[in-house]
């Protein structure tokens, strides 16, 4: 079965530095991969997707993050968080052409940014 | 454009009572999904439908029915509601049920069972 680790709970960070999040994913087959942030109170939003191609992918608000077929894994990425990031994230993953489309998710990742 | 709503914003039942959550898309979306999300579990899912009429188990059925009244509107049921389903709930919709589509969701449902 699928699962999703993501390797942080909670990461506190002062405005200015920069982010990464772990996320890795156990899963023989072709995934499609996504960032989810939930800001507080609010419902979770997209920050960026992965389907195919350039492994390298950039989201909204200044986010991006790598796919790395060989370690599994899509890391989340920020040069530099603003008060504004504070939020939970979440890594996703669906199998590529399965009929379900459901996605599996990480535990996610409390980020408290420090102004 | 109002998204995927979802009804009520909060709830409080006693053990045994039953309530339906309420959950509709205004995006002409095909599938849609229903999860829970607990404290440092992410968010599983329950039900989802992966069309009009068709509805299949999820990760964390049980305690749950649902029914997809039309293309928009897809509800949750606990007919008998438990503490251990004390939770927010969230509906979610995508234009197909395909691993690659993009799951947009609502605001979610707090519930809380005494």
């Known amino acids: 079965a699928q699962s999703v680790s993501q390797h942080n709970h909670h990461v506190i960070l002062s405005e200015a530095a920069s982010l990464e999040l772990g996320c890795n994913y156990s899963y023989g087959g072709t995934v499609n991969l996504f960032w989810y942030v939930q800001y507080p109170g609010q419902h979770l939003q997209l920050l960026l997707k992965y389907f195919s191609g350039d492994p390298l992918v950039k989201g909204i608000k200044g986010f991006e993050a790598e796919f790395i077929k060989s370690k599994f894994s899509f890391n989340l990425r920020k040069p530099s968080v603003q008060w504004s990031d504070t939020a939970e994230y979440f890594c996703a993953v669906t199998e590529r052409g399965g009929s379900q489309g459901n996605l599996i998710f990480g535990k996610g990742t409390k980020l408290s940014v420090k102004p | 454009n109002a998204g995927v709503t979802q009804t009520p914003k909060f709830q409080v039942l006693k053990t045994g009572q039953s309530m339906t959550l309420q959950c509709a898309q205004d995006?002409?979306?095909?599938?849609m999904y229903w999860y829970r999300q607990d404290p440092g579990m992410g968010l599983r899912l329950i039900y989802y439908s992966a069309s009009e009429g068709t509805t299949d188990k999820g990760e964390v059925p049980n305690g749950y029915n649902v029914s997809r009244l039309n293309k928009r509107e897809f509800s949750l049921r606990l007919e008998s509601a438990a503490p251990s389903q004390t939770s927010v709930y969230f509906c979610a919709s995508s234009m197909h049920s395909g691993g690659a589509e993009t799951q947009y969701f609502g605001p979610g449902t707090r519930l809380l069972v005494l």
């Open positions: 995006m002409n979306h095909n599938s």
